[in-house]
Each structure stands twice: as C-alpha cells, then as structure tokens.
C-alpha cells in the first residue's frame, strides 16, 4: 500500500505491547539493515540449548587391570530434560524430535595407579555402545604412584534414541587403580543449528 517514514514509533500510553504485522505474515528486516537488540529484554529468539545436563562420578570407582569400564556417573548437577540415567545404565540417550548435533565435554581426574605401574589408560566417549576415535584420549608409558588427568571435548552428530556413556580402559602390572569421585565429570548440551 505503501511505505510509512518515521524515526520512532510507541504505544499510544507510552508502555504496554507494541504490535507488528498479525498471524500468518512475515515481518522482514532488508538486507544491509541492522536490527539492534543489544539494549532490549529478548525473549522467544535464538533458541535454548536443550537437552543440557551435567553429571558426576560421586564416589571412586575401581576398575580392573585390561577390562574396559563404564564409569559410573551417578550425580546430577542438571539434567533438563532428563535424558541422563544416572541409576542403571549411566548414559544420556538424545530424546524424541531431539536428535541433531550436540557438544560433550568430560574429564577424568586420577586414574590412581596405587603403589603400581600403569602402562597405559585412557578415556572414551561410546555411542550406541561402540567406541568413538574421536573421543578417544589415551596416555602411554610408564606412571607409578602417579595420578593422571584426562580431558577432551567433542560435538558429536546424534539421532533420536542414540545414546553416549563414558568409559575408560587401564592396564597396569600391579597396585590397582581407581578413578577418583566428583572432578570426573560429563557435561553436553544440543547445539542451536
């Protein structure tokens, strides 16, 4: 119909709910134009990264010498869709109309070769049960009386149903070794794509 000029437009009472355009149209901002949000309260825009969730081993668990081991994350310190079990299988399984691309940080601290000598350890990300290359962070040589660290971060491509565990794998001649509790953490969110 045609095009309205001017440098400011408000509500006829100076507060209240502006409203653009009404249901089925397309409100559109021209290229080259800039829409400034940066003063305003938003809300509805940009997303949520959800499902999110932040577990944690809350008490050491020992593993075996050459046996792959699940670590058993069993705190919650969030969980919003409650898509992590932290009871029985120890995994985050991406909920219904939730697949896509998602990011994982973990971090095990001490593998503790206990008055032994470990060979090698190293930490995983599993998906659906089969080892990830991507996530796979592995320390070689020899660690006596040592602890070690392990930290790695990944975004990983998940279908609805897939779930991820961590596990980690050591192999030492003697002592035994244990992962320490609360600083061995799994952390992800979904992406905004």
């Known amino acids: 119909m045609g095009t309205i000029k001017t440098t400011n437009i408000e509500t006829i009472t100076g507060s209240g709910t502006l409203t ?8 559109s901002v021209p290229s080259g134009a800039t829409l400034d949000l940066s003063s305003a309260t938003q809300t509805g825009v940009g997303g ?4 999110a969730f932040k577990v944690y081993l809350s008490s050491n ?17 969030f969980d919003t869709d409650n898509a992590f079990d932290n009871t029985t299988n120890y995994r985050f399984t991406v909920p219904s109309g939730k697949g896509g691309k ?21 930490v995983s990300l599993r998906i659906n049960g089969s080892g990830n290359n991507t996530t796979l962070i592995r320390k070689y040589g020899s660690f006596t009386n040592h602890n070690l660290s392990f930290s790695g971060n990944t975004t990983l491509s998940l279908n609805d149903g897939d779930y991820v565990e961590m596990w980690s ?15 061995t953490v799994l ?3 979904k992406i905004i794509e």
Request: charged share 10%; no cysteine.
């Open 102 to 122: 998602y990011y994982f940080g973990y971090q095990v601290w001490y593998f503790d070769a206990n008055a032994g000598t470990s060979n090698f350890a190293d």
């Open 61 to 77: 668990q020992s593993v075996t010498n050459s046996t792959d081991t699940k670590i058993n994350l069993n705190t919650e310190v």
């Open 20 to 27: 653009l355009g009404q249901s089925g149209e397309t409100i």
């Open 169 to 183: 794998y050591t192999q030492f001649t003697s002592g035994t070794n244990t992962i320490k509790a609360n600083n």
């Open 48 to 51: 949520t990264n959800t499902p």
């Open 187 to 189: 952390q992800g969110y």
